[in-house]
């Protein structure tokens, strides 16, 4: 038995626990009695505030209700209106999952349902958000937790007892080191490997889709090895970033992969999405989605500002980066007070229509792990209104000639702000209604986006909660879903705004629609985002006019005549601007800036800037250097 559950144990009356066991940081009492789970007079609160640990009483399972009858009481319980879809029941973990349209209505004003769900049935209830438009992979990914909820429940005891057993190595030296097994003077494949004399950490593990020639995390470093890590944090869901954790459980890799919940979600639609891009290049990929499945399977999900242990010496926390729907900076808490440090992952210091400015306020910080992408002093941004503009002037002027624009884009981030964009010109009646569709795997995204409305800011916020207006649900949005429909836009529509994947012109619908639009200059092309050194949308970018395709063995010229537009200012990374009013906003201020994610140049400059601006030690590591910050 872990010290920390005798501990507990100690601080209880005698004989009325059944079982204890821990779900990741979290730890789970059972208990047989009815009146202690319904009312144990605050000793479980006291425990808490003790040991400053996540504790939870549930009812033994041997004492919950008959699930056909609890099912009877939570659907009377409940109000109508509150749109309950599916009731899940985890016998296992004595809980029952209610997913409604609006949880705020199935809980009741403040909780009073859940308690009478509680006291009725001995069932601990959590209300999940049904999404506005339905989403067939959080469906999926749902399932494949039930389904596994026994594994999942010894996966998370397994877990917790890494956590808490103590240490497994000899606590002699206090030291941490990261290393670089990419990111390093780059932007693509990120993967930095965290060490302590205990601890054996993955932040982030990417692919650099924009390069055939080196695309993944040097995972042959001689102090990596995959059979003694220890846990994946995942940053967010950019296949950058998230692109090569399922051939670490290809690879036998059976531990944990920390990130939020849309981070899970949209990394498990991304990595299918990536395989299928693959296999229809003819190229294998390195993955299935059975090792998706499995990461999966092995995702533990924190929300931000949750604080938990991940190993004895290391807790983290994560808090919002402003960059895509669920994406974190991962504080992290080392050696018990030892050092603090932040990876800023992709951050944007700076408000979106999507999301709030990655957060500036932390309870401890020493070193600072910050990104590049768009660090050299060239990258200036436009202001976001100019932005605007110049967006709806590409689209007037090209629907006014009868033309398409087509806007590559990341399916996730990017592709939102700019429906979003799109969206209030024509509400606010700046612009007149033009259809704008949507490619598959952008929707499926945006599905997304509606299941986890929490995590987006204020203002849409409001609009979906308060006024019933949805803007991803505006009728201007129209979905295409297959080749046929994708077929049908290129050949039997007019003027319309075409948002499809990918961002980088490196494979997907966006290289297909140009195909067929590239040669006519009544259309347009407007890029958004990031284009990687290399890939074809960065070649477009610099000038290249002439492309030589193999379709299906045969090679075909591509011509570019339609119209090239880029427009910075919807970027989900800081400009350097903000970057640097990042670091300086930052609470407290760092004593040592790390500077990664960003070309050679870019890095340099950041980190040469940072310390002459902020007197404080930076560095630029390239791929394989270490770091010691202890
Ligand atoms: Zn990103």
């Known amino acids: 038995m872990a010290d920390i559950t005798k501990e507990i144990l100690k601080n209880l009356p005698e004989g009325k626990i059944s ?8 730890i789970v009492l059972y208990t047989k009695e009815r009146d202690f789970f319904l009312n144990n007079n605050g000793v479980i609160k006291r425990i808490v505030d003790n040991i400053k640990k996540r504790v939870e009483l549930r009812p033994d399972p041997s004492i919950t209700m008959d699930m056909e009858e609890a099912e009877k009481i939570i659907r009377s319980l409940i109000p109508e209106e509150a749109g309950i879809e599916m009731v899940i029941f985890d016998p296992q973990r004595s809980r029952v999952i209610v997913e409604a349209e609006k949880p705020g209505l199935a809980i009741g004003k403040q909780g009073a349902i859940l308690r009478e769900i509680r006291t009725q049935t001995l069932w601990v209830p959590l209300v999940r958000r049904k999404p506005a ?16 909820s026994d594994y999942r429940r010894k996966f998370l005891d397994k877990v917790g007892h890494r956590i808490y057993d103590g240490w497994r190595r000899e606590k002699k030296n206090e030291w941490i080191r990261l290393t670089y097994l990419g990111s390093g003077r780059q932007v693509g494949r990120s993967c930095i490997f965290l060490q302590t004399p205990e601890s054996r950490v993955l932040l982030d593990c990417g692919i650099n889709v924009a390069s055939d020639d080196k695309p993944y995390p040097y995972l042959d470093a001689p102090e990596f090895d995959i059979n003694e890590l220890d846990a994946v944090i995942l940053s967010h869901a950019h296949i950058d970033h998230c692109g090569f954790i399922p051939y670490l459980f290809k690879f036998g890799y059976r531990g944990p992969v920390y990130c939020t919940e ?33 990461m999966v399977k092995h995702t533990i999900t924190l929300e931000y500002d949750e604080v938990s242990d991940v190993t004895p010496d290391v807790r983290i926390t994560m808090y919002n980066a402003g960059h895509i729907l669920g994406s974190a900076m991962v504080h992290m808490h080392v050696g018990n007070g030892l050092h603090n440090i ?4 992709d951050q944007k210091y700076g408000k979106t229509l999507l999301l709030e400015p990655a957060v500036t306020m932390f309870p401890r910080l020493e070193t600072l792990m910050l990104e590049a992408t768009y660090g050299g002093k060239e990258n200036i941004m436009p202001h976001r209104q100019e932005t605007d503009e110049e967006l709806m002037k590409i ?6 000639r009868n033309g398409k624009v087509l806007i590559p884009t990341l399916g996730v981030g990017r592709a939102q702000e700019v429906m979003l964009a799109i969206e209030a010109m024509i509400r606010e009646g700046r612009m007149a209604p033009v259809p704008v569709y949507i490619d598959g795997m952008v929707w499926d995204v945006t599905a997304i986006h509606t299941a986890y409305p929490e995590y987006l800011n204020n203002s849409i916020r409001k609009l979906i909660f308060h006024k019933d207006q949805n803007p991803f649900l505006h009728e201007v949005f129209k979905r295409v879903g297959s080749p046929k429909e994708r077929n049908d836009v290129i050949e039997n529509t007019g003027a319309c705004v075409i948002i499809a994947t990918s961002g980088m012109l490196t494979g997907g619908p966006s290289v297909e629609y140009l195909k067929h639009l590239s040669d006519n200059p009544k259309n347009s092309m407007g890029f958004v985002n990031y284009q990687g050194e290399g890939s074809m949308g960065r070649r477009i970018q610099q000038g290249e006019r002439e492309f030589t395709f193999s379709d299906g063995g ?11 537009h880029t427009v910075d200012g919807f970027s989900g990374h800081s400009s350097r601007n903000q970057l640097m009013n990042f670091v300086a906003k930052c609470e407290p201020r760092p004593k040592k800036v790390i500077v990664n994610h960003g070309e050679n140049s870019r890095c340099l400059d950041l980190a040469s800037s940072i310390h002459k601006g902020f007197r404080v030690e930076t560095v630029a590591p390239r791929n394989l250097e270490t770091v010691r910050v202890k």
């Open 19 to 26: 079982d204890v066991n821990f779900e990741g940081a979290n």
């Open 554 to 564: 045969k090679q075909e010229m591509l011509q570019i005549k339609m119209q090239v």
């Open 395 to 400: 689209i007037k002027d090209t629907v006014e």
């Open 342 to 345: 932040l990876y800023s992952g």
């Open 262 to 294: 849309p981070t899970r979600d949209v990394a498990a639609l991304l990595l299918l999405d990536y395989i299928k891009i693959q296999r229809a290049d003819g190229t294998d990929p390195i993955f299935t989605s059975e090792e998706i499945k499995e």
């Open 133 to 148: 438009i339905r989403s067939k992979l959080i469906e999926n990914i749902r399932a494949v937790l039930y389904q596994h």
